[in-house]
């Protein structure tokens, strides 16, 4: 990112850089159901396995997770990779265009934003001291006077105040409900700017949350991308912005985060306050040749990492819960999921799943903590049904 190494050198105020795209009106709710990943039992009404009754078809229909995109576009983005000679805007875009077009990405809502906002006006400008500048400091002071950070910079200046970050420029929708759509929101959007990193995060948790309470049986997660450290707006430190990030995952809304080329103590502090100390940030490279494989092995985990452990429970016929047996098949191996009746009967060190409520009062498979953890690790990861049977 742009650094401020001397600061008469950016007294710039009548420098225009080019205008950027503004935002849509914030909207919230969906206007499509998914078609969600679903999990069966058999359809014969011959006895199979165990079943000494007639076999019930039982589905499990994964509750959709909705992952909203925050992506840097800041000037740095335009920085050349030794690897194969792209930018590294031309990275991220190759990879999101092949993570999008993934057949496992065709259920999965994405929703995308961009950072660097532009503000609407002027931010402060001189300044005595921190204060004097608000969110847009610390105060820089020399012979004659201050200015505020920001302020220095030249126009278009970014935003600091997170709620101009809020509102998506691509609202949460099935991938496959429009493929080409945020392929090519990439290709039209400007990088510029430096990196505002405090507002763009908070502003799109507060998103996120909202999203949350009007699609209350929809998963949410956010996907923080960037290639450098935090250069204006408060908070900068690493503290100040895991306090944001723990803030959301105490409000359920789970925090992932991709650094291209950008340190480690900023981005896994970020991580892991947004995902209960449980997963560190992807970090890539920005030089290597294999960059955009990196970045889009990365977007492939956090999908993983993202799945929801919620299942809404159909059958038909009136069903005992305690008679449906779970398992998870990985690498070759089936380990049994056992049914603990309630979430407090989970242990941390035992598999298990447990009956609960929607908050619309449909029924819900729910995996424990141990169990979710393994379903998670990666896509090849299956969730099974075995035989549910009914009396004739």
Same mark, same amino acid.
């Given at each position: 990112?742009?650094?401020?190494?001397?600061?008469?050198?950016?007294?710039?105020?009548?420098?225009?850089?080019?205008?950027?795209?503004?935002?849509?009106?914030?909207?919230?709710?969906?206007?499509?159901?998914?078609? #969600?990943?679903?999990?069966?039992? #058999?359809?014969?009404?011959?006895?199979?396995?165990?079943?000494?009754?007639?076999?019930?078809?039982?589905?499990?229909?994964?509750?959709?997770?909705?992952?909203?995109?925050?992506?840097?576009?800041?000037?740095?983005?335009?920085?050349?990779?030794?690897?194969?000679?792209?930018?590294?805007?031309?990275?991220?875009?190759?990879?999101?265009?092949?993570?999008?077009?993934? %057949?496992?990405?065709?259920?999965?809502?994405?929703?995308?934003?961009?950072?660097?906002?532009?503000?609407?006006?002027?931010?402060?400008?001189?300044?005595?001291?921190?204060?004097?500048?608000?969110?847009?400091?610390?105060?820089?002071?020399?012979?004659?006077?201050?200015?505020?950070?920001?302020?220095?910079?030249?126009?278009?200046?970014?935003?600091?105040?997170?709620?101009?970050?809020?509102?998506?420029?691509?609202?949460?929708?099935?991938?496959?409900?429009?493929?080409?759509?945020?392929?090519?929101?990439?290709?039209?959007?400007?990088?510029?700017?430096?990196?505002?990193?405090?507002?763009?995060?908070?502003?799109?948790?507060?998103?996120? %949350?909202?999203?949350?309470?009007?699609?209350?049986?929809?998963?949410?997660?956010?996907?923080?991308?960037?290639?450098?450290?935090?250069?204006?707006?408060?908070?900068?430190?690493?503290?100040?912005?895991?306090?944001?990030?723990?803030?959301?995952?105490?409000?359920?809304?789970?925090?992932?985060?991709?650094?291209?080329?950008?340190?480690?103590?900023?981005?896994?502090?970020?991580?892991?306050?947004?995902?209960?100390?449980?997963?560190?940030?992807?970090?890539? %490279?920005?030089?290597?040749?294999?960059?955009?494989?990196?970045?889009?092995?990365?977007?492939?985990?956090?999908?993983?990492?993202?799945?929801?452990?919620?299942?809404?429970?159909?059958?038909?016929?009136?069903?005992?819960?305690?008679?449906?047996?779970?398992?998870?098949?990985?690498?070759?191996?089936?380990?049994?999921? #056992?049914?603990?009746?309630?979430?407090?009967?989970?242990?941390?060190?035992?598999?298990?799943?447990?009956?609960?409520?929607?908050?619309?009062?449909?029924?819900?498979?729910?995996?424990?903590?141990?169990?979710?953890?393994?379903?998670?690790?990666?896509?090849?990861?299956?969730?099974?049904?075995?035989?549910?049977?009914?009396?004739?």
């Amino acid at each position: 990112m742009l650094k401020y190494v001397a600061i008469a050198a950016l007294l710039c105020f009548g420098c225009e850089q080019e205008k950027v795209q503004t935002r849509p009106p914030l909207e919230l709710q969906e206007t499509q159901d998914p078609k #969600p990943e679903v999990v069966t039992t #058999p359809t014969t009404d011959e006895p199979t396995g165990k079943c000494t009754f007639k076999p019930q078809t039982v589905h499990l229909e994964a509750v959709p997770t909705a992952l909203l995109v925050m992506m840097d576009r800041s000037n740095s983005m335009k920085v050349l990779t030794t690897g194969n000679g792209s930018t590294r805007w031309q990275v991220v875009s190759s990879a999101m265009q092949s993570f999008l077009k993934d %057949e496992r990405s065709q259920t999965l809502r994405v929703g995308l934003s961009f950072f660097p906002v532009e503000l609407k006006g002027d931010p402060p400008k001189s300044c005595a001291k921190d204060a004097d500048c608000g969110l847009y400091g610390p105060c820089y002071s020399f012979s004659g006077g201050g200015i505020c950070l920001v302020a220095a910079g030249m126009k278009p200046y970014a935003s600091c105040d997170f709620n101009d970050y809020v509102a998506p420029v691509i609202l949460p929708a099935k991938v496959a409900d429009q493929p080409t759509k945020v392929i090519n929101t990439f290709s039209t959007e400007e990088q510029w700017g430096n990196t505002p990193t405090g507002p763009a995060l908070a502003g799109a948790l507060a998103y996120l %949350e909202a999203y949350a309470a009007a699609n209350p049986n929809t998963k949410t997660a956010l996907l923080f991308a960037t290639d450098g450290e935090p250069t204006e707006c408060a908070p900068q430190d690493k503290n100040g912005l895991a306090a944001i990030a723990k803030a959301g995952f105490d409000k359920g809304l789970r925090t992932f985060v991709i650094g291209l080329g950008v340190g480690s103590a900023v981005m896994n502090s970020i991580a892991l306050a947004g995902s209960g100390d449980k997963q560190l940030a992807f970090l890539i %490279e920005a030089k290597a040749a294999d960059a955009a494989d990196q970045f889009l092995e990365a977007l492939k985990d956090v999908r993983a990492a993202a799945r929801s452990c919620e299942f809404n429970i159909k059958s038909e016929g009136e069903l005992d819960v305690s008679k449906l047996s779970l398992s998870i098949e990985m690498n070759g191996s089936k380990d049994a999921v #056992p049914y603990v009746q309630v979430e407090t009967a989970c242990d941390a060190s035992k598999p298990g799943w447990y009956y609960a409520a929607a908050k619309d009062g449909s029924p819900l498979a729910v995996l424990c903590p141990s169990s979710c953890a393994v379903l998670q690790q990666g896509e090849e990861s299956i969730l099974t049904i075995g035989d549910v049977c009914l009396s004739e």
